[in-house]
């Protein structure tokens, strides 16, 4: 029974259709973006929406990279919220320096999330790494950062310096 739920035609195709078509439905229905009672007319864009979704292939990969990133982030909010809610007796309450802290994680999640579906990654990881190996194992990089560091100890030491001579002698 389970084998004919992960047919290549109902994963490939049939699927993401549904969930385009779905999401796409829902944000036209709450938007009134078209008008106010007009579900066939959203339907029919969403339809339309959802085939063009459908006969792409990068898109489709994609969006079936994202809803595994999506499972494993539901499950991980699940736990941690279940765990919170053991602690603190059912009552959650978010105060505005943890809620920024959560927009701050989930925003990150997202960003990798895309990176990671999209296959960006592989692209990212190999501009660090030339940017590395440019900056620190070139045959000019030792004189560089030696005496890059030694400007900033002047620097740092010139500026302790100044510091405590002038509220040295106005106290």
Excluded at 107 to 116: D, G, N, P
Excluded at 158 to 165: A, E, P, R
Aim: positive net charge.
């Amino acid at each position: 029974m389970v084998n004919i739920l992960q047919k290549p035609i109902l994963t490939d195709f049939l699927y993401p259709f549904l969930l385009i078509f779905f999401i796409v439905f829902a944000v036209l229905e709450k938007t009134n973006l078209l008008g106010s009672d007009k579900k066939q007319l959203n339907a029919l864009i969403s339809l339309i929406i959802g085939l063009i979704f459908v006969s792409a292939v990068f898109p489709k990969i994609v969006v079936g990279n994202l809803i595994l990133f999506l499972s494993v982030g539901l499950v991980i909010v699940f736990i941690g919220l279940l765990l919170w809610g053991f602690v603190n007796k059912g009552e959650i309450a978010v105060d505005g320096k943890f809620k920024t802290f959560l927009v701050a994680i989930i925003i990150i999640s997202v960003v990798f999330a895309l990176i990671w579906a999209t296959g960006f990654g592989g692209g990212i990881a190999n501009l660090f790494t030339n940017l590395f190996n440019f900056l620190f194992n070139s045959s000019w990089s030792a004189n560089v950062w030696t005496n890059f560091i030694v400007v900033v100890l002047i620097i740092g030491a010139i500026g302790i310096v100044l510091k405590y001579s002038v509220s040295g002698s106005s106290s």
